[in-house]
């Protein structure tokens, strides 16, 4: 479940990374597979690779808060 939280109109918090797009998501696998365990709450490197095709709606809904954060439109 991905979280964020809106304190007055000054900070934003994520406990996600809306930021991630799909080149960064790949670097990220090549370069750490051993950082990838076996434990409850963690996914492995085919359930992360599943999820890639909702970095699209992400980096757009990203976009979509930060105008809307920022520019208070």
Excluded: P, W
């Amino acid at each position: 479940m991905n979280q964020a939280f809106m304190k007055d109109d000054a900070a934003l918090g994520f406990q996600f990374h809306l930021e991630i797009d799909k080149n960064l998501h790949q670097g990220m696998l090549q370069h750490n597979k051993e950082d990838i365990s076996r434990a409850n709450f963690v996914q492995d490197e085919t359930q992360i690779l599943n999820d890639a095709g909702k970095m699209d709606e992400s980096n757009r809904l990203m976009y979509k808060v930060l105008d809307r954060f920022f520019l208070k439109a």
